[in-house]
């Protein structure tokens, strides 16, 4: 898929199809990568496809001027069509090149199960079902949905259904929805004054870095909230009634945008679990309005419109 990925992006900027290209390339610690955005057709072969290519870059997609070719898994088609459908891109501005996902690996989760360190890995790689990881140069099986991110794990549409360009053949979810939806199941269970603990001894670990926000392609507010001043939605310093003020708008503002791309969580340096209510929320919006994010360009943003019948009478 990577020699395809290759020949594809270099095609596309040969033929002027596009100005930029922005994927993935070898980061510079093991295990991990990093956006390549380049015009340059020679740095495509640097360009990689591996489990670890975690960025949902479509957060990019706003930022860039000109036509772009992006490399997408299932949950970045799915913020690419929620972009276009909230008019922040022109779909004939963006070449789309797909990549059916089969789930990205959480190192987290393998360290805990091999109990070593990630530097201390010889090589993870993916085998169907497996996941087969090398320390010391023996090997280990697990099945992949031990080690596989939480959203993945409740994914539902792995293989772009958007797409200009379709890498390989569309693969299907890992689906287990049980494990997906752990963390959210056991907030649940709690009484709401234990759940109201739980989230301020979380936020109060917040230090307000903001990349929860700045790497969520639904969040592309020119002037955040956070920064408003008249009035003034939260305070600059980093207390924890402030801090879950600020995720809980966070949450309504990408309400019928999130994709559950999981990218805020893997962002907090502080280990907030903030998948937890992001997946609350994609959950509740499909239940109340049947509307999952990103799933039809041509269909009015969630937000942005009402039913007659759901009108309340104020809006009559
Ligand atoms: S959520 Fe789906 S498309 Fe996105 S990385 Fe996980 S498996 Fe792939
Ligand atoms: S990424 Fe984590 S620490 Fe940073 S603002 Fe978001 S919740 Fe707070
Ligand atoms: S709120 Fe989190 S999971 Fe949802 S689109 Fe933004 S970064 Fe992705």
């Not at 898929?1 to 093991?30: N, T, W």
């Not at 070719?69 to 690419?80: N, T």
């Not at 920064?227 to 402030?242: A, K, N, T």
């Amino acid at each position: 898929m990577e020699q395809s990925l290759r020949r594809e992006a270099k095609a596309v900027l040969e033929r002027g199809r596009a100005d930029y290209i922005i994927g993935f390339e070898p980061g510079s610690l093991k295990f991990t990568t990093t956006p390549l955005i380049t015009k340059n057709k020679d740095d495509v072969d640097r360009l990689v496809i591996n489990p670890f290519i975690v960025n949902n870059l479509s957060v990019f997609l706003t930022e860039l001027k000109g036509r772009i070719g992006i490399v997408a898994k299932g949950c970045d088609s799915r913020s690419i069509v929620s972009l276009i459908q909230d008019n922040k891109i022109a779909r004939e501005n963006i070449i789309i090149i797909g990549v059916p996902c089969p789930g990205m690996i959480d190192l987290s989760k393998v360290e805990r199960l091999v109990g070593k360190d990630r530097d201390e890995l010889d090589d993870i790689t993916r085998d169907g079902d497996k996941v087969v990881v090398t320390v010391d140069g023996k090997e280990r099986d697990f099945p992949a949905n031990e080690v596989l991110f939480d959203n993945c794990l409740g994914c539902e549409l792995p293989t772009p259904q958007e797409y200009n360009i379709l890498l390989e053949q569309p693969v299907s979810p890992v689906a287990d929805k049980r494990a997906s939806g752990m963390k959210v199941d056991e907030l649940k269970k709690m009484t709401s004054e234990q759940r109201w603990e739980f989230w301020k001894e979380q936020f109060s670990r917040c230090i307000r870095c903001y990349a929860c926000r700045n790497v969520c392609p639904a969040c592309f507010c020119r002037r955040c909230f956070v920064e408003e001043s008249e009035p003034q939605w939260v305070l600059p310093v980093p207390r924890w009634q402030d801090n879950l003020m600020f995720q809980a708008i966070r949450n309504i503002h990408v309400a019928g945008r999130c994709t559950d791309c999981g990218e805020c969580e893997r962002a907090c340096p502080v280990n907030i679990p903030l998948r937890s209510l992001a997946r609350e929320m994609y959950d509740m919006v499909d239940e109340l309005f049947g509307f999952k994010s990103g799933m039809d360009k041509d269909a009015a943003p969630m937000l942005t419109h009402y039913e007659l019948q759901e009108a309340e009478d104020s809006f009559r």
